[in-house]
């Protein structure tokens, strides 16, 4: 009898230990397709479509202004995530041009990523790089 309880309690660790495991690795795959889809967004010059990543209630840049900017190159430098997984970090160097001005220009993009646990999503801050 108590080998069967013996054996139930690992049984039933080695379960809680995994569904932490699937958990995490949800969370992670969950990041690099949000990480995909928001360099995609920038990537094509899709503004409006990248600052609905940030943190909602965060203010928003002038999306109007960025009608005029033309990103060129999207390059990810640097990538780190926490143990946790609820916080990830990227340091993103962008080329980019004003339409108008036609001058060539770049910019380091140092991306915060926290997983918001109330809307199951990853969220950014700063929204956009600053241009």
Known sequence: MIYL?????????????????????GKLNQLENTLRAYEGAIRWSEFELANGFGVPGDPSPDLARLNDIAVTAYEV?????SKDTLEARQTVVIDYYDKHSITQ???????????????KRWVVQPNLPDF
């Open 5 to 25: 309880a013996h054996r139930f309690l690992i049984l039933l660790a080695s379960l809680l230990l995994l569904s932490g495991c699937f958990a995490t690795l």
């Open 77 to 81: 430098k640097a990538s780190t995530t």
């Open 105 to 119: 220009k770049t910019v380091t993009y140092q991306q915060q990523w926290h997983y918001d646990e109330n809307q």
